[in-house]
């Protein structure tokens, strides 16, 4: 089964079977702007995921722009590979940023620093986290520039459980 991390109102969140739900989703023929899909989704996940229920419509928001990131990824043929770090998988590394929109005054300085594009800036000027896995583990320099303090990353001693290589199956 397959594992995603996603952020969710800016919190990371760690999910089984996200790719199977998409798989049969688009074989279907389901499309992102359908009413009610991403409650439909929500449903689906809570069969391998607990979703708080406080949460579930930004969940459900969520869902369908991943879900309209796998479609984009599934039409051009391929799915993106961020590769591994220190023998684990990228998207298993939960080190990415976090931007508070309220503290965002959209100077856009972390956007020209960033060369992964990680981040990316929103219709209201103010930038947001659009690609998080393609952010280099360690590095926090997008946060080191921005003058209001709004992007934050989890703590450095989060990669000490990364030391060590993975056990192979």
Known sequence: MSYRQI???????????LEEIFAD???MGRLPGE???GAEIVALAEAHN????????AFAATFVREYAVYLDQQGEG?????????????EQIPWFP???EDLCDGCALCLRLC??????????????????FACVVGCSSCANVCKPGAITFPPRTLLDAYKTFPKSK
């Not at 607990?50 to 419509?57: G, L």
């Open 7 to 17: 952020i969710v109102d800016g919190t990371p969140a760690g999910l089984r079977g």
């Open 25 to 27: 989703l688009r074989a």
């Open 35 to 37: 009413p009610g899909l």
């Open 50 to 57: 607990y979703i708080p229920p406080t949460a579930q419509e």
């Open 78 to 90: 391929r799915r993106r590979d961020y590769g591994t770090w220190r023998g684990y998988p990228r």
């Open 98 to 100: 976090t931007v508070n």
């Open 115 to 132: 060369r992964t594009h990680a981040l990316g800036g929103g219709e209201d000027g103010r930038v947001r986290v659009e690609d998080p």
